[in-house]
Nanobody, 118 residues
C-alpha cells in the first residue's frame, strides 16, 4: 500500500521559513498530481499548492509569492518551501497524491503541524 510521510513541520516566528517534505513509499511517477493541503482549527481543509506530472503548478492566492512546491520523482518526494510565514499559516499540513491510471486513487499523509507565532 502506498504511504505518504510528511516531515519538516514545527514552530517558527512570523517572517520565518520552513520546508516540508513528503516521501512516498512508491514511485511518484504514477501520480498525476501531488499537492499540499492544510487545515486550521475551525476551518475546512484547503488546497495550498499542487503540482501536476507535467510540472504545471497551482497555488492558493493566500500563499502565492511565499510558498514553492516542487517534486523530485527520483526521490519519490514532493516538498513545500514556505517563506515569509504568517500566523494565519498555522495549520496541520497534509501531503496528497492522486493517480489516474490504472484506476483513480487518492492518498493522504498523516499530517504535520506548522505553528507560526506573532
Amino acid at each position: 500500500q502506498v504511504q505518504l510521510v510528511e516531515s519538516g513541520g514545527g514552530l517558527v516566528q512570523a517572517g520565518g521559513s520552513l520546508r516540508l517534505s513528503c516521501t512516498a513509499s512508491a514511485s511518484t511517477f504514477r501520480f498525476n498530481t501531488m499537492a499540499w493541503y492544510r487545515q486550521a482549527p475551525g476551518k475546512q481543509r484547503e488546497l495550498v499548492a499542487l503540482i501536476e506530472s507535467g510540472d504545471n503548478i497551482h497555488y492558493a492566492d493566500s500563499v502565492k509569492g511565499r510558498f514553492t512546491i516542487s517534486r523530485d520523482n527520483a526521490k519519490n518526494m514532493v516538498s513545500l518551501q514556505m517563506n515569509s510565514l504568517k500566523p494565519e499559516d498555522t495549520a496541520v499540513y497534509y501531503c496528497n497524491a492522486v493517480q489516474v491510471r490504472p484506476s483513480w486513487t487518492q492518498y493522504w499523509g498523516q499530517g504535520t503541524q506548522v505553528t507560526v507565532s506573532s
